[in-house]
């Protein structure tokens, strides 16, 4: 089964963005015992596990090659830039292969990987946006306005009450249109992998080992191309396809 995830990020954000969003598919797929915990970022919380150091290493890693080839490349620092990131969860099947050797066939217990599911993060890297002196300026005379109102009322309470509200709204319009942009891309990202992890779950394979991940994954940025060598019928496809995965995973 495969999954798809529009993420847009701003390139401050980029990386945490991506970050909270593969988190989330891996919390929900892990399975097994694990220490959870809890990450926050743009205002927005989303879980981890405290106890996989290496996960996290090779996500950090996944995500900096990605920023790499894609966002920071030489070109345009002030156009939009794409770029995806793809997660594969795998199972493994053992079956009987007759091995010849000689006159005689000698049945042998082979490992067989098969991809069970795929998640494809479609990134859009928007540009940095620059500080726009007129809107502090903005902000400023605004904030000098309400600190006036504030001596000048006798209830203190509910002036302080007021300037509380009006500061809240002052940074929320403080943010530029990009970072806004990247707050709700992320929330729904971290949504939407909620919603299919708990809606799709008939085809999990059977869980054969309390290991905190008993399914065999790779995380890759030229996934594509083989997912859709994976779709492909056939013995010969599935059989380039295991041994692509077991030469990742060796």
């Known amino acids: 089964m495969e999954f798809v995830l529009n993420l847009t990020a701003e390139r401050s954000v980029v990386r945490e963005s991506l970050k909270g969003v593969i988190w989330t598919i891996f919390f929900h797929r892990l399975f097994g015992p694990i220490t959870p915990v809890t990450n926050e970022f743009l205002n927005i919380t989303y879980p981890m596990a405290a106890d ?3 996960l996290d290493s090779q996500i950090d890693d996944k995500i900096n090659q990605l920023i790499r080839r894609s966002f920071d490349s030489n070109g345009s620092t002030k ?3 794409t770029g995806h990131i793809a997660i594969q969860f ?3 099947n053992k079956s009987k292969s007759k091995k010849k050797t000689g006159w005689f066939a000698k049945a042998e217990d082979s490992e067989e990987l098969k991809v069970w599911e795929i998640w494809i993060i479609q990134v859009q890297c928007l540009p940095l946006d ?10 400023s005379n605004n904030n000098s306005s309400g600190n006036a109102n504030n001596s000048g009322n006798g209830n203190s309470s509910t002036s ?3 300037t509380n509200n009006n500061n809240n709204n002052h940074n929320n319009n403080s ?3 990009s970072i806004q942009i990247s707050i709700s891309s992320f929330e729904e990202n971290l949504t939407r992998v909620i919603d299919i992890a708990d809606s799709h779950k008939n085809h999990i394979p059977p869980i054969m080992t309390l290991e905190s991940s008993p399914f065999p994954y790779v995380i890759s940025l030229h996934l594509p191309e083989k997912v859709k060598e994976y779709k492909g019928e056939g013995n010969e496809e599935e059989e380039s396809w295991g041994k692509y995965i ?3 995973l060796d």
Do not use: I, R
Request: hydrophobic share 20%; no cysteine.
């Open 130 to 139: 620059e500080p726009q002196s007129g809107a502090q300026e903005s902000n």
């Open 246 to 248: 077991k030469k990742m």
């Open 52 to 54: 996989l150091p290496d």
């Open 175 to 177: 943010l530029s249109p």
């Open 79 to 81: 156009t939009a830039k």
């Open 160 to 162: 302080h009450t007021g």
């Open 90 to 92: 795998l199972d493994k």
